[in-house]
């Protein structure tokens, strides 16, 4: 295992107050994203749309590393330029999704497990011969009624440790992604305890399959209330002789302002107590916030707690980057331009974020 070069690379992707950027959607996913609006979903117009990313003048200042997918790496811009060209000469850290996505976990309705280690040695092989230095694997934790149940955090968290171990082996630092989604109505706080049983049993695999905590990169979720949590009323029982009461303590939408506080303190307790002090970086997803509470929570968290964490709270976002740029592409090369700028603008935006920098003036500006 080249030891120096893993641990280069995944300083390298952290350095510089610069982050991710995902562009590693499937196809199925990329033509979800264009369905919406109207773009048509062929070879084409992904590659058209991929050129407009990796074109995108002054990127390199803000992002360290590009994930891409299958397809993408192999593409090259109009003028034959490979995308991975483009990249390299731009400062930018080519990296490649390898899981070949969530499937329907056996005897576990609702739970998903990730595949594609089958073949996978090779295919490591191949992506590092092609310029790749750094890998990704998601895997998908539900939370419902009864889940996720514990053989399925368990299976996941052994494959994600089997595949970081096979990209070490082949000089690739290994993005590893727990995401425990935001679909559901659980609180914040049931977020929370999921979370961090989700990482605690990844480090453990993690350990078991001896991958060099050094030379990796954590892709986790923020601990976040589920997308249809009711407006939570939080209640105190109290009680005055006989006569019992509830006090009233919160009342809030998942989304409010006054919410980004706690949610940047439970998500760093829960790293805190569960991520080792080796790890170089985490690089949070976005998971489906806004591009803005995405910037704002991760300013809050380099704002009040930069100085005292072993690693570094960066970005690896694909939605909360790309979808202004995309909404405003369209499917159109006149676009192109405003696609670019809308698409730095939330790289520069999210830089200041791990700056502890970012400000909602710098949305308004643009506007
Ligand atoms: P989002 O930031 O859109 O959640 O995507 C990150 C990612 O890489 C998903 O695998």
Redesign the pocket.
Known sequence: MNTQLLTDTAKKLVADDKGLL?M?ESNPTCNKRFAKLGIPQTVDARRAYREMIVTTPGLGECISGM?LYDETIRQQKKDGTSFLKVLTDAGIIPGI?VDTGAKDLAAHPGEKITEGLDGLRDRLKEYFQMGARFA?W?AVITIGDDIPSRSCIEANAHALARYAALCQEAGLVPIV?P?VLMTGDHTLERCRKVTEEVLRTVFIQLNSQRVMLEGMIL?PNMVLPGFTCPPHQEVEEAAIGEQQFQVRLTDRQPDEAEDVDEVANITVKSLWRTVPAAVPGIAF????QSAEL?SVRLNTMNLRFKSKLPWALAF???????QPALETWQGKEVNVKAAQQALLHRAKCNRAARRGEYTAAMERIRA
């Open positions: 995902a590693d994930i999704k990704k998601r992604e995401e892709k997803l976005s998971g489906g995405a690896s976002f694909a939605r909360a980057i790309q």
